[in-house]
Each structure stands twice: as C-alpha cells, then as structure tokens.
C-alpha cells in the first residue's frame, strides 16, 4: 500500500508540472499546425537567452544570494558538474561499445535541462521563495555548461568543430557578474529602479522558456528511434541511477533537513530530462537529430513521473 504521505506529495508534484505540460503542449500543436514557425523559434530563443534570462539570473543572485546564510554556496556548480560527468560515465559504461553507433545516448544519459525545465517546475512548486530557488539553481547551471558545450557537442555534434567561444553565453556571464557583486558585498547598493527593470524582463522567462521547450519538442519528428532496449537503458541511467544516487547523497548529509530547497534542487535536476539543447547542437554541428528527437520525446514522457516520484521520495511532500 502506498503511504498516505508519499500519495499526497507525489500528487502535488505531478498536477504542478501538468500545468506546464499544457503549456509546452499548447506550444507544440502551434508549431506542427505551422502557426509557429522554426525560424519563430529561433528568434524567442535568442531573445531568452540574450536578454529576459539573464535579467532573472541578475535579479534572482543580487537580490537572494546571501553567502552569509549559504556559506557553502559554491558547492552547487561542483555538485553540477558531479551530476553531469557521473551520469556520463553511466552512460559511456552503458553504451560504451556502441558509441559509434548512439553517442547520442551518452549525451542523454549525463546532461539535463538545468533551466528551461527546472525552472518552470520550480516556480510552480516554490512560489514563496522562487527567487531563492532561481539564484541557486542559476548557481548550479555554471557548474554543467563547459561539459555541456565540449563533451555535450563532441557526443550529439557530427563533424562539425567545437565551438568554445558559445560557452561564454550572456547566461553565462549574467551569473558570474550576479554572483561577483553577491561576494562583494555590491548588492545593497544596486540600484532599486535597474533592479526594478530587470525583475521586470526577467519575469517573462519562465513563461516563454515554457513556450520554447514545447515548442521545440513540437518539432521532434519520429521517423527514427534507437533500438528499444537502448531506450530502456537510457531511462535506466537518467530516470533511476542519476536519481538514486542524489537520493543517497542526500540522505547521507541530511541535506533534506538542513536545507530543503537545495536538497529539492537537487532531486529535480537529477530526475530531469535531457537538454533540448543537445536537439539545437545536433542540428547546428551536423549530427543526427532524428535520433536525439526521438529519444528526447520518451525522455520527457517518463519525466513526467520521475520527477514527482524522486521529489517526494527524497523531501516529502511539497506544498506549493
């Protein structure tokens, strides 16, 4: 018999990320009945990634990262790249043999979507104290994006050559600035009205990146799959190890107890799908989008059940 407590917890989680599943669906139906253009696509992404996301970033670290009362802030990109390079490594052990065949699933197996679907959750989930959640997962994302843009592109990209230069992205940047004026004690002296302006674009993020990722998924066309049993072993890596062995390091430090949004964080970036993005570096380095496509479009469906079930196995239940 389920535990009364688990239920609950589990049900909680799942109605608020359907929400967001509505939307991304509402999104993807736009997209495949051509309301909604690829080149439409491009140009909300550019616009998220260049402007309304690091306005959040900004405003979420100068306002809400407080290093007296989180001293071991910079755990969190650390604690990233662990998460990023182990589920790698159980990817690279699983499909090891076959990378010339699915490095894809390699990719897909260590690299998740660190914001355009954890932040969505997270808001839905921590309406109270989003922005501090916003600051730490922002904290973490610096941690993942050098492996995502090397390991990432070698993995997903054909013969196309790595480009470093995209690692320095405004996102990127948004958050080392963010957390240089945290460490220098800067932020009181931020003035109010920027802070103002930037709360301000940074509030339309969640709701597009929303958008984008069902869109993005929307033009995901299933004409080739991975063979089955790979599908399975790539749910394996990303929907149960890669989780467990969070829940364990969780339990382990207590960290549930002691500090309950980043032991959240840590769930929900552990059970997440993989980065859309890896569809977009696929696509831009002449790899094989088709597969990713496909396995992406799985991966999302078995998150819709993975994220509720190792939250609230790992912090209880959550009240939104």
């Not at 997962?137 to 090397?150: A, D, K, Q, R, S």
Request: proline share 7%; aromatic share 10%; with cysteine.
């Amino acid at each position: 018999m389920i535990p009364p407590l688990f239920a609950t917890g589990f049900q909680t989680v799942f109605f608020s990320m359907l929400r967001i599943v509505v939307v991304a669906l509402l999104a993807g139906v736009l997209v495949r009945r051509r309301v909604i253009r690829s080149e439409d696509i491009d140009t909300l992404s550019r616009i998220t990634i260049h402007v309304l996301l690091p306005c959040l970033i900004l405003t979420s670290l100068i306002t809400r990262l407080d290093t007296g009362s989180t001293p071991l802030w910079w755990l969190l990109p650390l604690a990233s790249m662990a998460m990023n390079l182990g589920g790698l490594f159980f990817g690279w052990v699983l499909f090891g043999r076959t990378t010339r065949r699915h490095p894809e699933l390699i990719a897909m197996s260590g690299i998740q979507n660190s914001a355009y679907l954890v932040l969505p959750v997270g808001q839905a989930l921590f309406p109270e104290t989003f922005d501090t959640f916003a600051a730490y997962c922002f904290l973490f994302v610096i941690g993942n994006t050098p492996i995502h843009w090397t390991l990432g592109v070698r993995l997903v990209g054909g013969k196309g050559k790595v480009r470093l230069r995209e690692m320095i992205n405004p996102p990127l940047v948004a958050s080392l600035a963010g957390v240089a004026i945290a460490l220098s004690g800067l932020s009181p002296h931020v003035p109010a009205l920027a802070l103002d302006a930037t709360g301000l674009l940074g509030s339309a993020t969640i709701p597009l990146a929303t958008f984008i990722l069902g869109a993005t998924l929307g033009e995901v066309r299933l004409q080739k799959l991975p063979p089955w049993h790979r599908l399975l072993g790539l749910a394996g890596v990303k929907f149960g190890l890669v989780p467990l062995i969070t829940w364990w390091a969780i339990s382990a430090f207590d960290l549930a107890r002691q500090s309950p949004l980043i032991a959240s964080l840590f769930m929900i970036q552990a059970a997440a799908a993989p980065a859309t993005n890896l569809i977009l570096q696929a696509r831009a380095y002449n790899g094989r989008t088709e597969i990713i496509g496909g396995a992406m479009l799985a991966c999302y469906v078995v998150c819709l059940m993975a994220i509720p079930f190792w939250l609230t196995l790992a912090t209880g239940p959550v009240s939104p």
